[in-house]
């Protein structure tokens, strides 16, 4: 992103109160561990590395499409 990386857009996103429930995954070309565990420190639900969307595009929408019917998340009126 031109004006600020991933983790710096996750703090922007959380600071917003319409956004601070957002769920969010992270798709990202860092395999650092400090980028990951800061990632997951926003509340991310999941870290995937863009070389794994090559061959396995599919399989990650896949994963995303039913994380969205298996999951149930709290409605929040904020």
Known sequence: MPRMNGLEFLESLRTDPLLTHA???VLTTSKSDEDLVAAYRQHVAGYVFKQHMDRDFLEVVGLIE???RLVELPITKE
């Open 66 to 68: 039913h994380y969205w």
């Open 23 to 25: 769920v969010v995954f």
